[in-house]
């Protein structure tokens, strides 16, 4: 994943700190990664790119970049908390907040997020400092998620899973929007790029199923752990959170992993 955390100060609702984020993260990789490279690849990226990763989470992206641009090209990857993302010597790790503090120094021909700027009530003028970071023609790549939940399952041992997602989703969406995540952000990037100034903007979908234990499914068993309170303050009850939990590690469950929404746009030479 790149999935990005605020300051402590602020509201985000994840937590790297937080024993469940390594996990979560890992699934989010699991989940996305591979479409990540591909759209990442059409972008444009090669040896020799200078590319800033925002929001690096466990740094799969980050060191996927770092190998892919060699010794000729250069990655920054940079997250309030940075913990996760793994050294490699084509690789600049940063502790830095997205929204208040400058971006490093550019221009880079490659800037991407994933699962960030939908957490950010400060979403467009972030993109703009993308856009200001980038060198003409560079391209910068927005992916964010679609919630889904309610209508995730595929199969079930247990005829309460399609109920017991349904929960999840409206808990889970009163957490987010409490803390300033916008999930209809994703269908509105492309407007955003467009509205920036950004050429050649263009919106590819992806999503596959997932066993328990995998995927979407441990996702689901994560980020509800770590949101576990939240989440009954929200209204959903700890017996169903639990008996969903023990659900996502079934390998008899299978999920529709949540929709990933990935836009890029090109800034003109």
């Known amino acids: 994943m790149t999935a990005a955390t605020r300051d402590p100060d602020t509201q985000y609702a994840f ?4 024993a469940p984020a390594g996990d979560l993260l890992e699934a989010l990789g699991e989940m996305m ?29 980050a060191g996927w970049l770092a190998e892919e641009v060699g010794p000729e090209g ?41 699962a960030v700027l939908q957490h950010l009530p400060e979403r467009d003028a972030v993109l703009a400092k993308f ?9 910068v790549v ?9 209508r995730s399952v595929l199969a079930t041992p247990d005829p309460r ?24 952000w994703c269908r509105r990037v492309h407007t955003a790029m467009l509205d920036a100034g950004l050429t050649d ?17 441990r996702l689901v068993y994560s980020g509800s752990l770590q949101l576990h309170d939240k989440l009954v303050a929200a209204g959903m009850s700890a ?9 996502a590690r079934d390998p008899r469950l299978v999920l529709r992993g949540i929709l990933l929404l990935s836009t890029t746009g090109r800034k003109a030479r």
């Open 142 to 150: 927005i992916e964010e998620m679609e919630p889904g939940w309610s």
């Open 239 to 247: 017996d169903d959170l639990e008996t969903m939990r023990r659900l």
């Open 33 to 61: 990664d591979e479409f990540t490279v591909k759209r990442l690849i059409a972008a444009g990226v090669t040896k020799g790119s200078r590319c800033l990763e925002v929001g690096a989470g466990r740094g799969t992206i």
């Open 131 to 139: 856009t200001e970071a980038l060198a003409p023609g560079g391209a």
């Open 15 to 18: 937590n790297n700190d937080e």
């Open 74 to 114: 250069s990655v920054v990857a940079i997250d309030i908390k940075p913990q996760h993302v793994q050294p490699h010597p084509n690789l600049t790790v940063l502790q830095r907040n997205v929204v208040t503090d400058p971006l490093p120094e550019g221009p880079f021909d490659l800037i991407h997020a994933r």
């Open 201 to 217: 903007v263009d919106t590819e979908g992806w999503q596959q199923s997932w066993k328990g234990g995998t995927g979407a499914c």
């Open 161 to 184: 899973a399609p109920e017991l997602m349904t929960s999840y989703e409206t808990a889970l969406t009163a957490v987010l929007r409490a803390a300033g995540n916008d999930p209809t």
